[in-house]
Nanobody
């Protein structure tokens, strides 16, 4: 059975960094598709963070996070990463990775068909 598993979350002070990982298990399907990161803060809707193409040559970010977050992938490890720098308290959320599906847009929830369970990121002031 295919699974996406996020890791790397935790508690960090404002200005600090974290690197999240999204590992696919089950079979090597992630390498053939775009993978995205989303986040959901308490009481808010899940929002797009970043996405990376299958080859890793193309990356897309929500405008407000450009310059602080970097998405990358290692297809040999079947893993996608999200490097988060200069973290702010408003970055506190559960972060999810997901595999791009056949419908919707790359920056919308409906554009993804497989989701991980999420990893908590908490940024203290």
């Amino acid at each position: 059975q295919v699974q996406l598993v996020e890791s790397g979350g935790g508690l960090v002070q404002a200005g600090g960094s974290l690197r999240l990982s999204c590992a696919a298990s089950g079979r090597r399907f992630v390498i053939d598709t775009m993978v995205g990161w989303f986040r959901q803060a308490p009481g808010k809707e899940r929002e797009f963070v970043a996405a990376i193409t299958a080859t890793g040559r193309g990356a897309y970010y929500t405008d407000s996070l450009k310059g602080r977050f970097t998405i990358s992938r290692d297809n040999n490890q079947n893993t996608v990463y999200l490097q988060m720098d200069s973290l702010k308290p408003e970055d506190t959320a559960v972060y999810y990775c997901a595999r791009r599906g056949p419908r919707g847009t790359y920056d919308g929830i409906n554009g993804y068909d497989y989701w991980g369970q999420g990893t908590q990121v908490t940024v203290s002031a």
